[in-house]
Structure formats: C-alpha cells, structure tokens
C-alpha cells in the first residue's frame, strides 16, 4: 500500500506539472486571441473576453467568462472584475507567484488605456509569458520523469524503514 500511494503520488505530481503547463499555454493563446480582437477587431474589451471565451476551454475559458459578464454588467471597474476573476480562476490555473503577480498587473492595465498602450501591455506579458513557457519546457522532461522516480524511491525507504 505504502509503494502504491508513492508511486501514484508521484505520477500525480507529473500530471499536475503537465497541466500548469498547458495552462500557461492557454493563457498566452488567450492573450493573443484577445490582442488580435483589440488591434484588429478594435472590439471593446467585454466583447473580445466573449470571443476569447469562445475559442479556450479549462480554467482559462472559467476566467474569460467571469470578466466578460461583470463587464457587461458594468458595476465595477476592470481592475477590479480582473482581480476578482482571477482570485477565483488563479488556483486551478496553477500559477506561479511572479506569474500571478504579472497576470493581475496584466488586469489593471487593460480597460483605461488607450488602444496602443493596451497592445504594448498585452506584448509586455506574452513574451514575459514565452519566457517562462521556454524555461518550463526545458524542465518538463526531466521533471515529468523525476517526479515518478522520486515517488517509487520514497516508498521503498518508507517501506525499508518500516521493515
């Protein structure tokens, strides 16, 4: 029982490493979604959260979802519907602390600047956002392999020292 929980420990902490990094993707396909919508679209900010909405699934859809009603609603600043968002959509997306620090400085920008200045804000955070998906990649193999690994060898020395 002792070698079994360590090794599912271990696959769990492979499943969970993969998943923040498809969220990291999601989010930086969201962003370019939602950059395209603004420069191209020149779409309001409640419309271009619907469409990138639309086009995402998982915690990051979640997220679109709630700014994009609460914009509509109109009751609160973007600051403040982006914070709220994220709070709530933030733990499932697995962030990191710089990372949710970025992505809420991110929200405050948005909605009061002007076109260019949202364009340039939204650029400054994909490539931050490239940058950290680069350096998780480079970790992900040898991370996806040692979790698993470490799991099964914690279980033998429990069990060696239970013996």
């Not at 993969?18 to 969220?23: S, T, V």
């Not at 009603?69 to 499932?92: N, R, Y």
């Amino acid at each position: 029982m002792v070698m079994a929980g360590s090794i599912g420990t271990g696959l769990w902490y492979r499943i969970q490493y993969r998943i923040r990094l498809a969220n990291l993707r999601e989010c930086q396909r969201a962003l370019s979604i939602l950059r395209g919508e603004i420069q191209y679209g020149r779409t309001p900010l409640p419309e271009a959260c619907r469409e990138v909405e639309k086009r995402l699934h998982g915690a990051v859809k979640t997220f679109f979802s709630q700014v994009a009603e609460e914009m509509e609603k109109g009751t609160k600043q973007v600051e403040q519907i982006w914070q709220d968002a994220a709070e709530e959509a933030l733990p499932s997306m697995q962030m990191k602390v710089q990372e949710r620090e970025e992505w809420m400085r991110l929200g405050s920008t948005l909605g009061y600047l002007d076109v260019e200045m949202q364009l340039c804000t939204i650029d400054l955070y994909l490539q931050r956002l490239r940058t950290s998906i680069e350096e998780e990649d480079a970790d992900c193999l040898s991370r996806t392999r040692m979790y698993p690994l470490l799991g099964t060898f914690g279980g033998v020395l429990i069990c060696l020292v239970l013996v």
